[in-house]
């Protein structure tokens, strides 16, 4: 793997100016899930591969690469250090973490999407020839002779495809291989690959811990004042990336508008959503698009589970279905450059389709 510098491509799978969960050393607010994975490495129980799933921006891969370290730092469950540890901490300064830090340990392969040099933007989903290059990974002796961990972020990039294929790595896993695959969705992810792995669901985090999380960033706690912080992660619902989100720039403004919008579903104020989608349709406006999107997608969320305890299965279907719909055309027009504002008159329409049957 190559060193990341700056001078290094954009990484898909971290958030702006926040840092990589690969150099994040704090966990905030999964104690059980971090104990559930520290006991099966000591008891012999690991199984190939394991779903780390909930909402995005609550920890996940911040606990999967926090996992990898340690598998990587003490590989015999056996040591003394291993029984007496009580998390998966492990010091920066250790040689393992450093040279994770540089991604140039060579017995991990990182499953994200990929920059691609000439459109200057991300791949929109992780490709099938990312899934082969893994293979080789896992086609030769471990480089230190411990453990061989592929972590996939995020399961919803793999196309069929490259789900299919990442299957057959793990239904055939050489000894001490595991696959961390980090998920939002995980009822989305293939039955076959759901039934060969442990599922790890996280809740999402307090208001306090989103606090908590975002002060250990210095440069970001510095750049806002904290009533700031604490009004994005009351809004964040558990989620530091979405917190985040909210402090740049005129969010939080945003984020009241969109919700006031789905607040009156399945009733659209149409010129509202034209003024909406002129707005986030502009190039230089990609990060308000996206946090429509977040916006749009939690909605949908909430109100599956809100409904959950009334409503028949086929009903809350109609849900899921506005949020595949949205999902794939969010990724086709980022894929294809596409104008924006079809995109969003589409959402509502289909949101307020679902709300009224």
């Known amino acids: 793997m190559k060193r990341a510098t700056d001078e290094a491509p954009p990484e898909s799978d971290r958030f702006d100016d926040a840092p990589h969960p690969r150099d994040t050393?704090?966990?905030?607010?999964?104690?059980?899930?971090?104990?559930?994975?520290?006991?099966?490495?000591?008891?012999?129980?690991?199984?190939?591969?394991?779903?780390i799933g909930g909402r995005e921006g609550i920890g996940k891969a911040t606990l999967a690469w926090r996992f990898t370290r340690f598998l990587l730092a003490h590989p015999d469950?056996?040591?003394?250090?291993?029984?007496?540890?009580?998390?998966?901490?492990?010091?920066?300064?250790?040689?393992?973490?450093?040279?994770?830090?540089a991604l140039s340990h060579g017995d991990i392969a990182l499953l994200r999407?990929?920059?691609?040099?000439?459109?200057?933007?991300?791949?929109?989903?992780?490709?099938?020839?990312d899934i082969r290059r893994a293979l080789d990974l896992f086609r030769r002796a471990s480089g230190e002779g411990g453990w061989r961990i592929a972590i996939i972020d995020a399961a919803e990039d793999l196309n069929?495809?490259?789900?299919?294929?990442?299957?057959?790595?793990?239904e055939e896993p050489p000894p001490r291989s595991l696959f961390l695959i980090i998920s939002h969705t995980p009822g989305r992810i293939l039955p076959t690959i759901r039934?060969?792995?442990r599922m790890l669901l996280l809740e999402s985090l307090s208001t306090p811990q989103v606090v908590d999380a975002?002060?250990?960033?210095?440069?970001?706690?510095?750049?806002?004042?904290?009533?700031?912080?604490?009004?994005?992660?009351q809004r964040a619902g558990g989620s530091v990336r979405d917190a985040l989100r909210l402090l740049n720039g005129g969010a939080l403004a945003l984020a009241d508008k969109v919700d006031g919008l789905l607040?009156?579903?399945?009733?659209?104020?149409?010129?509202?959503?034209?003024?909406?989608?002129?707005?986030?349709?502009?190039?230089?406006?990609?990060?308000?698009?996206e946090a429509v999107l977040a916006n749009v997608y939690d909605w949908i969320d909430g109100r599956v589970i809100e409904r959950a305890a009334l409503d028949a299965p086929a009903r809350l279907a109609r849900y899921a279905e506005v949020w595949e719909k949205v999902a794939a055309?969010?990724?086709?027009?980022?894929?294809?450059?596409?104008d924006r504002r079809p995109l969003l008159l589409s959402i509502f329409a289909n949101l307020s389709e679902a709300a009224r049957n």
């Open 214 to 233: 975002i002060r250990r960033m210095d440069e970001i706690w510095m750049e806002h004042e904290e009533s700031a912080i604490e009004s994005a992660a």
């Open 113 to 129: 999407r990929e920059w691609n040099e000439k459109t200057k933007k991300h791949y929109t989903e992780i490709r099938i020839d």
């Open 195 to 197: 039934s060969r792995s």
């Open 263 to 289: 607040r009156r579903l399945p009733e659209v104020n149409w010129m509202a959503v034209h003024e909406l989608a002129d707005n986030v349709s502009k190039r230089e406006a990609t990060s308000d698009f």
């Open 160 to 170: 069929r495809s490259g789900a299919n294929a990442l299957l057959k790595l793990i």
């Open 329 to 338: 055309a969010a990724r086709e027009t980022e894929a294809l450059n596409l």
């Open 77 to 101: 469950p056996t040591a003394i250090v291993v029984r007496e540890a009580t998390d998966l901490s492990v010091s920066p300064e250790n040689s393992v973490a450093r040279r994770i830090s």
């Open 25 to 51: 050393y704090d966990l905030f607010g999964h104690s059980a899930a971090e104990a559930q994975l520290l006991d099966a490495y000591r008891e012999g129980r690991l199984p190939q591969a394991w779903i």
